[in-house]
């Protein structure tokens, strides 16, 4: 099904996050005792492999993407509109909105 290889992307960059998260850790105790090999190891080979295998801000996330590990734009504006009755698309063609009138349509209708 489709989210559940969804899930398994999900699962697979939480998994990356976590090894390059444990290599930063690896890098500054490598660095306090002066073991610079492991260090320039971990710094110019390990953490940018595993930065490469991230998926860049935007990349990854769609707006059509069943499972999102942040909440996106997407999200916000179908919330936006299910609570004030304003058609999704309009709550994004208005520009020149501003932030208290939303702020004012939120309290009043909350």
């Known amino acids: 099904m489709i989210w559940q290889e969804e899930r398994a992307k ?6 990356i996050k976590s090894q ?3 290599a930063k850790i690896e890098l500054e105790s490598a ?3 002066g073991n610079f090999t492991r260090a320039s190891e971990l710094r110019y080979g390990i953490i940018p492999e595993l930065e490469k295998q991230l998926p860049h ?7 059509e993407s069943l499972l999102h590990e942040r909440v996106i734009a997407y999200d916000t504006g179908i919330i936006v509109s299910r609570i004030t009755g304003i058609r999704f698309t309009s709550c994004f063609e208005v520009k020149g909105i501003n932030y208290y009138i939303w702020k004012k349509i939120f309290y009043d209708v909350l």
């Open 20 to 22: 390059l998260e444990q």
């Open 10 to 15: 999900l699962k697979e960059i939480k998994n």
């Open 31 to 33: 660095q306090r005792p």
């Open 57 to 63: 801000d935007g990349e990854e996330e769609s707006s």
